[in-house]
C-alpha cells in the first residue's frame, strides 16, 4: 500500500491497492440530493476521481476550488468528481458557498463504499486519504496519485495532463 501520513504520523489504509489498468472498481455513494451515485452514472466519461478527507478543511477547499476552476478548460468528455465522508448536506452548503459548479461533490458516509473499493480508507480517522485516480471511458484507470502527506495538495498539472490525454 501507498505510505500515507496526517500530520507526519503514518497511517493506515484499507482496501485493494489498484494499479493503473485495472478495472475501477464499482461504487456506490450519494450526491448532495441523497440519490445513489455510482460508477456507471458517468459510463463513456473520463472521469478525474478527487478523494478528499473532508471539504470543510483548507487544503480540500483549495483542491476543490483548483479542479472547479481547471474544469471549465477541460473537454466535455471529462468530469471531475469529489468524493468526500462529508455528509450531502455539508457538501451542498459548502459547494454553495464557494461557487463550485463544474465539480460533482459526492458522499461516501453510509458505508465507506468508495473508500473500501479504492483502497483510500484512513483505518485510524475513518476518513479519506488525499488520492485521485483518472479512468478512462471504459472504467479503466489511467492515473492514480496518492498525495503522500494528507494535508498536501495534489500535483495537479500530472492529474490534468493525464486526463486530457484521455479527453
Known amino acids: 500500500m501507498p ?5 507526519g504520523n503514518p497511517v493506515t489504509l484499507v482496501g485493494p491497492e489498484l494499479k493503473v489498468g485495472d ?3 464499482n461504487f456506490a455513494v450519494v450526491d448532495n440530493s441523497l440519490n445513489q451515485v455510482t460508477l456507471a452514472n458517468y459510463e ?9 478527507p473532508s471539504l470543510d478543511t483548507p487544503v480540500c477547499d483549495t483542491e476543490t476550488r483548483r479542479f472547479n476552476q481547471e474544469a471549465a478548460g477541460l473537454p466535455g468528455s471529462v468530469v471531475v468528481l469529489t468524493v468526500s465522508a462529508d455528509l450531502p448536506f455539508a457538501q451542498k452548503r459548502w459547494c454553495g458557498a464557494a461557487g463550485i459548479d463544474k465539480v460533482v461533490t459526492l458522499s461516501d458516509y453510509r458505508d ?5 473499493a479504492y483502497g483510500v480508507l484512513i483505518e485510524e480517522l475513518k476518513l479519506l486519504a488525499r488520492a485521485i485516480f483518472v479512468i478512462d471511458q471504459k472504467n479503466v484507470i489511467r492515473y492514480i496519485q496518492f ?4 494535508t498536501q495538495e495534489p500535483d495537479y498539472a500530472a492529474v490534468l495532463a493525464a486526463a486530457k490525454e484521455l479527453g
Open 112 to 116: 465507506r463504499s468508495f473508500a473500501l
Open 3 to 7: 505510505k500515507v501520513t496526517f500530520k
Open 147 to 150: 498525495v503522500p502527506e494528507v
Open 23 to 25: 478495472a475501477a472498481p
Open 44 to 52: 463513456g466519461k473520463v472521469k478525474i476521481v478527487s478523494a478528499v
